[in-house]
């Protein structure tokens, strides 16, 4: 039995520590008086007691694939896997990814590629980021949002191809070496 008193008449909420993640717990409100001096507590209870319940909710987890695949100079598709969705409701996932250059680990709060029209369960999904610079090397996660935080997969880093030249010589001309051997 967990228990907590409001002391405060205009409290709308309290704190309750320890629980459990993903725990399935009831509550019951029993309102009372207390004159603030008797050392006796009267309860004026006239109607029924209000129960509710509540689950505990977690961080998602999420893992990256290693593999990113489909590279080119602008773009590359990377994937994720939810592995757990923390007993909420997964409302957006997607991959984050920025420069290498840069030295952090991608976050969902920079560029990201995301499907955002959840709700998901678990399982893999794979998304396309496109604009990316030729010739630069970017760190790619995958992410998931529950109703709570934020899950991150590892990061993998890759390098995006440069671009082909537009205009190719049109023809070659060879000449013949001639060479002298001195013995």
């Keep these: 039995v967990i228990s907590a008193v409001i002391y405060d008449t205009s409290a709308t909420s ?3 520590g320890n629980l459990l993640p993903g725990q399935l ?19 004026y209870l006239t109607v029924a007691i209000p129960v509710a319940s509540a689950k505990t909710i977690v961080a ?25 969705t923390g007993s909420g409701t997964i409302d957006e996932r997607g991959i984050c990814y920025n420069l ?9 709060t920079g560029s ?33 949002i529950n109703d709570v935080d934020t899950g991150y997969g590892m990061t993998y880093n890759f390098y995006t191809l440069s671009t082909e030249l537009s205009a190719h010589a049109s023809s070659f001309t060879a000449t013949t070496i001639t060479y002298t051997q001195i013995d």
């Design 14 to 16: 309290v704190f309750i």
């Design 25 to 43: 717990y009831y509550f019951s409100l029993t309102p009372f008086n207390w004159n603030g001096s008797e050392p006796v507590t009267f309860n």
């Design 60 to 84: 998602p987890t999420v893992t990256t694939s290693s593999i990113i695949t489909s590279i080119s100079d602008v773009s590359a598709t990377a994937s994720g896997n939810i592995t757990n």
């Design 100 to 108: 290498t250059s840069g030295g952090v680990d991608p976050t969902a």
């Design 112 to 144: 990201t590629s995301a499907d955002i029209s959840g709700p998901y369960g678990t399982g893999t999904f794979s998304r396309v980021l496109s604009g990316l610079t030729p010739e630069m090397q970017y760190n790619a996660r995958a992410y998931v």
